[in-house]
């Protein structure tokens, strides 16, 4: 997907000439070759922050630059970067740089500065991640759905305590939890589902709902080890490793799953899948 690095920094190109006005998510999205699903999340795996913090921190920092050059008026600088009242920039410019709007105005007033970012991809040692292409038919699931920032970051701490809760208060009765689907919402929230097979001849649970994915191309990268840890590591690594590498082929749908089997006697020896929708370039 060599068209794929250079469309992310044709994205960061987007969002650096768009920070004085309105930045549209999905058309950064469209050129970097994926859905906006999938770049916030690539984009979250490999600069550590989220696009919408990344927009943030731009627009404050170019803000500081502004004030000190002691001619511009807080309000101006507030309306120019999308804050909608004084307040409000002063609060997050307070926080972001430490001092206030009107202090930064000063002559040899500190000010935190955030740089664009710039794609490098480097080697850094060899990596082997093991996975297979596979088509599979239409399928679907039915279990439990819950609401999730779209941030890896947060997902990463988030995803395990839902799990811990869902056996805790007895979910495990109706639901398994074969599978861990993440499922677009929009740009601020995904949809996260603790799910197993859904078989038409018994009744869904109460409170459950379905999904159906279509039938498809899946790139199914297979895991062993003790969970969470073992699967976000794999994850982190099909987003900032594989994918940047990956040819004749590119990501596909809004969504991606997570295939659980039973614990093992021992943690390190637990077997789990990550499930990739892909389709030929």
């Keep these: ?89 002063a609060r997050a410019f307070t926080k972001f740089h430490g001092i206030t709007p009107s202090a930064a105005k000063e002559h040899g007033t500190v000010l935190r500065s955030f740089a664009p970012i710039k794609l490098k991809l480097t080697l850094e040692g060899g990596t082997m991640i093991d996975y297979r292409i596979t088509e599979k038919p239409a399928f679907t699931v039915v279990g439990v759905t819950t609401p999730i920032e779209n941030d890896t970051s947060i997902s990463y701490n988030v995803i395990p305590t839902l799990w811990d809760e869902h056996y805790k208060n007895g979910g495990g009765e109706k639901i398994r939890g074969d599978f861990g689907a993440c499922i677009y919402c929009d740009e601020k929230t995904f949809t996260y589902m603790i799910a197993d097979a859904y078989l038409p001849w018994k009744d869904i649970p109460d409170g459950c709902e379905t999904y159906t994915f279509p039938a498809g191309t899946w790139a199914v990268f297979p895991c062993k080890g003790a969970l969470p840890n073992a699967l976000q590591s794999l994850n982190t690594k099909i987003w900032s490793e594989w994918l940047p590498n990956l040819k004749g082929y590119k990501l596909s749908g809004y969504y991606n799953l997570e295939m659980y089997t039973p614990p093992a006697d021992k943690p390190e020896d637990t077997y789990s899948e990550i499930w990739i929708p892909i389709e030929k370039a």
């Design 1 to 89: 997907m060599n068209d794929w690095t250079a469309g992310i920094g044709e994205a960061v190109s987007y969002i650096e000439n768009n920070l004085d006005g309105e930045i549209n998510i999905e058309k950064a999205a469209e050129k970097a070759f994926v859905s906006t699903f999938y770049f916030q999340k690539i984009f979250c795996v490999l600069c550590g922050f989220t696009i919408g913090e990344y927009i943030r921190y731009r627009r404050l920092s170019l803000a500081g630059e502004e004030l000190s050059q002691g001619n511009a008026k807080v309000i101006d600088v507030a309306l120019k970067y999308g804050y909608d009242s004084p307040d409000s920039f």
